[in-house]
């Protein structure tokens, strides 16, 4: 029974990648398919071989303690989200409603509360772990 | 994360082993430190990212067939729930948002796979890995599409809604083939081991926090009671002309000022043409509705105008037949617009002429534009000039 359901769910699998590519070839406004690829390749050569290795690097010889590596991991992800916003909200789209707000200040004020609470996180565990050791001895 | 589980199977021709001289840099063991790159913590994120990728998969199957339904589907679309289309697309953007630091925390924990020795070792495995190539390729290029789409930023030479749709079944195919190939695996770190790992927990920790991080300063856009932690996202629901957000402007489209001697033209069996002043003659009813953008944002708003319903039967339309309905803008994708009979005979479906009390500015399709019940932004058309029966 579980071999069946590994089998039929390989084969779907299978199946969808193969309806994909057969539509990426085949759709009509995707005149050049081997941009997509082009794009696809550079995604996951700017991931494995530069993207990774750096965060590789930066955890195991800059950030320290599990509350810099967390803090670093929160920052990454409002970064991702938030930098594309700030690059383009500088440019004249001729929609005022698109792109309304001060990115810039939006980003930096939300990694600045993340730091603090990352802080204060830090703080509250030093503190338990000290009043902790008091009890021991 | 040792493959014990997998067994040699008669169809499963094994690859020859790479001579040792090649086994270098991350290549050699032990390049990788942390004790995080492990299954149980793999199997962790997979979840959370295989349930976001899966959620993004149904939503943007269904926001497809809503825009270009196919024939034998086009009488069966439903125009409610009234805000169904704000939901499933509003769930679309959140959980791809989401999946941006679940994808990223997933593919650190399984980084040092990339360099696992023997690189293939056999032909069943060499595909497995070519499956997982797909799955990542295509994930990670379809939340880059994906976010920079809502900020209408298209950097790269494909068009984007074609593209987005056909990497979703690759993707989704990756995910259904590498979740068969780790079957065995998956299941023996489905639950939590005991004693726990604090460091791991720490980490999921902090994924959990950056996904929640990025769902609350973004998702307000969609959500009204998190609109005051809308911080990064693209839209605001509250700001744009009339207090709306505008996805194609005027000025885009070409229909700042509308002609002078505009009138709607109404074909069907007893054609007619109606002007403005006829139009605000007849009885005018108010919708509440949103505007739900493929975008992910939407917003709701108080229209008020003429029912489609009864322009139809002014103009003898039978009872089951739709509409075309065709805008003043030169060209653009969404110029002529197909709407089923169930949506145009809808009470709440109407040609409107005000938004929250105000005559529409040219930017919310002055003279008239269509609002109507669970359906995509780009189908509320805007500056319409004439209706046809179909």
């Known amino acids: 029974m579980a071999r069946l359901l590994r089998t039929t769910t390989a084969l779907a699998g299978a199946a969808l990648i193969g309806y994909g590519i057969y539509g990426l070839l085949h759709d009509p406004y995707i005149t050049d398919p081997l941009d997509v690829l082009v794009w ?95 009890r021991v001895e | 994360m040792d493959d014990k589980t997998s067994r040699r199977r008669p169809y499963d021709l094994p690859l020859p082993l790479p001579p040792d001289a090649l086994r270098r840099g991350p290549l050699r063991e032990g390049t990788f430190p942390s004790s995080l790159h492990e299954p149980r913590t793999a199997v962790v994120l997979g979840r959370w990212l295989g349930a976001a990728l899966l959620t993004c998969f149904l939503t ?24 169904g289309y704000r939901v499933s697309q509003g769930l679309h953007v959140v959980s791809g948002t989401a999946a941006i630091p679940l994808l990223g925390a997933k593919l650190w924990t399984v980084y040092p796979r990339l360099f696992e020795w023997p690189p293939a070792r056999s032909v069943a495995h060499a595909l497995e890995r070519l499956g997982i190539a797909v799955l990542v390729a295509s994930m990670l290029l379809e939340v880059f599409t994906g976010l920079l789409n809502t900020l209408q930023w298209y950097p790269w030479p494909f068009p984007f809604r074609q593209t987005h749709f056909w990497l979703g079944w ?10 068969a190939a780790k079957a065995p695996l998956i299941a023996a770190h489905w639950r939590r081991p005991r004693p726990g790992l604090a460091q791991r927990r720490a980490f999921l920790t902090a994924v959990t926090t950056a996904a929640a991080a990025v769902t609350l300063t973004t998702a307000g856009q969609s959500v009204p009671w998190l609109r005051r932690l809308d911080l990064l996202a693209p839209r605001r629901p509250d700001l744009g002309p009339q207090g709306l957000p505008v996805n194609r402007t005027a000025a885009q489209a070409g229909t700042t000022t509308a002609p002078a001697d505009w009138r709607l033209r109404v074909d069907g069996p007893r054609p007619l043409e109606l002007t403005m002043d006829q139009l605000l003659q007849l009885p005018q009813y108010n919708s509440e509705l949103p505007i739900s953008c493929v975008e992910g944002w939407s917003a709701s708003a108080h ?30 994708p969404y110029r002529v617009m197909d709407m ?20 529409l500015t040219p930017d919310h399709g002055y003279p008239a534009r269509i609002i109507a019940p669970n359906r995509p932004g780009v189908l509320q058309t805007k500056w319409v000039s004439r209706l046809e029966v179909l």
Not at chain 1, 58 to 77: D, F, H, M, N
């Open chain 2, 303 to 332: 229209w008020s105008g003429v029912r489609i319903t009864e322009l139809l039967d002014l103009a003898g339309a039978p009872n089951g037949a739709g509409v075309r309905v065709t805008s003043l803008e030169a060209d653009g």
């Open chain 2, 340 to 359: 089923p009979a169930h949506y145009a005979r809808h009470p709440l479906t109407l040609l409107a002429l005000r938004v929250n009390g105000q005559v």
């Open chain 2, 170 to 179: 690759l993707a989704t195919g990756g995910l259904l083939l590498h979740v």
């Open chain 1, 40 to 134: 696809a390749v550079g995604g996951l050569l700017w991931h494995d071989a530069l993207w990774a290795p750096l965060v590789c690097l930066v955890g195991a010889y800059l950030a320290r303690g599990p509350v810099l590596r967390g803090w670093l991991i929160v920052a990454a992800a409002l970064m991702a989200v938030g930098l594309p916003a700030v690059l383009r909200s500088g440019e004249d789209h001729g929609n005022s409603s698109l792109l309304p707000l001060d990115y810039l200040r939006n980003l930096l004020v939300v990694l600045a509360a993340s730091a603090v609470l990352a802080l204060s996180a830090a703080g509250i565990r030093r503190w338990l772990r000290r009043h902790h050791r008091h």
């Open chain 2, 60 to 83: 943007g199957l269904l926001s497809h067939l809503l825009q270009q339904p196919p024939t034998w589907l086009r009488d069966h679309l439903p125009s409610r729930p009234v805000d």
